[in-house]
């Protein structure tokens, strides 16, 4: 089912509209988003820049986390290789 509240960007990417940032800082993330997301009350989230600092980008404090171990484990793997580990 198509959404008429939210839009396909990119082939991976939705925008679901627009938030205001109230005077405590505060962002209301729209209800689609945060069902399609997976985003509940009290969850923990990753606030980053967007690239050239234009902006920000919130990950789900878990996937942030799983996606550092998995760039670490990928880091690791390839500086063994370089070493020659992978030799028989």
Known sequence: MI??????????????GTATVGAKGQVVIPAEAREVLGISEGDKLVVMS???NKGAVLLKAEVFEQTMREMSDHISAMTQHMKGGNKK
């Not at 008429?4 to 082939?11: A, M, P």
């Open 3 to 16: 959404s008429k509240k939210s839009i396909t960007v990119l082939s991976n990417m939705k925008l679901w």
């Open 50 to 52: 967007a690239p050239h």
